[in-house]
Nanobody, 121 residues
Framework: QVQVVESGGGLVQAGGSLRLSCAASGLTFNNYALGWFRQAPGKEREFVAGVSWSAFTHYADSVKGRFTISRDNTKNTVYLQMNSMKPEDTAVYFC???????????????WGHGTQVTVSS
């Protein structure tokens, strides 16, 4: 059974940093692309960052230069380092796994339940 579990969310002041972790089990981690998405109240789920099986990364324009996605295949874990955070980053952040390449669309095979990130002004 595949499990995807996020952790590391919380409350941070504007300008601060937070690191999210996502541990995946029950799948051949090396063969999967990983993505982070977020969803704010009343808004659609949006792509934040993705990392391919070969560690190629790409980002939404809104987070480029501030967020960094990385993966550790020895720990079956993907990370999202968030710096210079803004109130508009407030959302529930979801981790997802997808066979093959990454996608900016929410067309992923497995999803976590999400972790709340709140940025105060």
């Amino acid at each position: 059974q595949v499990q995807v579990v996020e952790s590391g969310g919380g409350l941070v002041q504007a300008g601060g940093s937070l690191r999210l972790s996502c541990a995946a089990s029950g799948l051949t981690f090396n063969n999967y692309a990983l993505g982070w998405f977020r969803q704010a109240p009343g808004k659609e789920r949006e792509f934040v960052a993705g990392v391919s099986w070969s560690a190629f990364t790409h980002y939404a324009d809104s987070v480029k230069g501030r967020f960094t996605i990385s993966r550790d295949n020895t720990k079956n874990t993907v990370y999202l380092q968030m710096n210079s955070m803004k109130p508009e980053d407030t959302a529930v952040y979801f981790c997802a796994a997808r066979w093959g390449t990454t996608s900016t669309r929410p067309e992923y095979d497995y999803w976590g339940h999400g972790t709340q990130v709140t940025v105060s002004s």
